[in-house]
């Protein structure tokens, strides 16, 4: 473990995990054996991240959430207080399927609001913005924005989060960043000019 990472005094930190410099573990926490964080994470209170979850550089993690084995976090990403991840469809409290998680990644700056559920086997396009208690039963496009349960598309964020209004020709300008964007045939691009 690289040491150069700072834990509550009530953190378990499993033999076996990758912790990244500048990372923060905060009041009792779970990581587990063959959990690899990034550099300069945020590991909120009361967090578990399972064996096998990858989390990027710069991730945060608010409190009470449990990442789940198969989950992958890219740089950036954002998981609200209590969000929630699964990694099995049908799960039986008699029967195990350890075999069966389907994977789950969150690309680079997407951001998942307070108590949302991300349903196993999809993935969350980057810098998507996932409302606060949606329930996400499929894949989210990049610069999304989805709502409710079940979660459905109802426009287009940017990098900085700001809904994007786009024009008859397609493009939109981040209110607070000024960087442009592109909806083509019903996805969206960054545009520098």
Known sequence: MDKEFQAHETAVIDAGCRIGRGTVVWHF??????????????????????????????????????VYTGVTCEDDVFLGPSCVFTNV???RSAVPRKDEFRPTRVER?????ANATIVCGHTIGAYALIGAGAVVTRDVPPYALV????????????????????????????PESGARYLLQEGKVVRVDE
């Open 89 to 91: 469809i049908n799960p």
């Open 109 to 113: 700056g997407a951001s998942i609001g």
């Open 147 to 174: 709502v409710g349960n079940p979660a459905r598309h109802i426009g287009w964020v940017s990098e900085y989060g700001h809904r994007l209004r786009f024009d008859t020709d397609g493009r939109a300008t981040c």
């Open 29 to 66: 926490s779970h990581l587990m054996s063959g959990c690899i964080v990034g550099e300069r994470c945020s590991i909120g209170q009361n967090v578990v991240i399972s064996p096998g979850v990858v989390l990027g550089n710069g991730v945060k993690v608010q409190n009470n959430v449990s």
